[in-house]
């Protein structure tokens, strides 16, 4: 247990639903960043939250949205499922910006979109 | 725009000997370089780090090396194991932003 929890493991929908990816970091970590590795493709950061405020934004798109809430676990929301947001999706977290502890990352979230 | 470069999707490598897992890196700003490893269902693990300072960093039977005037970095492990059949990412980044990873080189390692 690495002590990041993500819920749930597995998900299906339908195209055009929207899901909630949940994150709870591992105790005293401040920042929690969400990765989608689809098919073939590496780890891409998608965004970081720290303490609360949105602190970095990579390559998501504007169907998706995150929040980090007071007690620090965050939520990713995806609307408006296509097929090819079928992937796993990670969420990790770090007592600061990063630093060189690296990120403990949770067990991760298989969307499956039919 | 890829930053972080795994060329190699898989290697395979007999019990005992050593592997070799390489990675190269295209921002010279990067000056953290981190090594992950991933079991199938499993998130992502942190194995091992190097610091733009240094050019090898060792830590029981995995040891990384980084040549910056190459901008590249590889993962020696030492004598391999079954149980070190996993993903491999290399990571990076600059100061505090959120790290970029490779698209992960898969090791099997065959008794």
């Known amino acids: 247990d690495s002590g990041v929890t993500q819920t749930p493991k597995h998900l299906i929908t339908a195209t055009g639903q929207r899901v909630t990816l949940r994150c709870s970091p591992r105790?005293?970590?401040?920042?929690v960043y969400w990765y989608q590795q689809s098919l073939d493709q590496g780890l891409q950061f998608l965004i970081q939250y720290y303490n609360g405020e949105e602190r970095a934004k990579g390559n998501i798109l504007e169907r998706f949205s995150a929040q980090q809430f007071p007690d620090l676990h965050s939520e990713l929301n995806l609307s408006s499922l296509e097929l090819g947001d079928s992937a796993l999706y990670f969420c990790a977290s770090s007592v600061l910006g990063q630093g060189n502890g690296g990120y403990t990352f949770g067990s991760g979230t298989r969307l499956t979109v039919v | 725009d890829q930053q972080v470069k795994q060329n190699s999707p898989s290697l395979s490598v007999q019990e005992g000997r050593i592997s070799i897992l390489n990675c190269d890196y295209t921002?010279?700003?990067?000056?953290?370089f981190l090594w992950y490893k991933k079991y199938p269902a499993e998130g992502p693990t942190f194995l091992i780090s190097i610091s733009s300072i240094k050019d090898k960093n060792e830590d029981g039977r995995f040891t990384v090396f980084l040549n910056k005037s190459a901008k590249h970095l590889s993962l020696h492990i030492v004598p391999s194991q079954p149980g070190d059949s996993a993903v491999y990412f290399c990571a990076s980044n600059s100061g505090n932003t959120p790290l970029v990873f490779g698209k992960g080189t898969r090791l099997s390692v065959i008794a």
């Open positions: 105790s005293g970590d401040l920042s």
């Open positions: 921002n010279s700003m990067f000056d953290y």
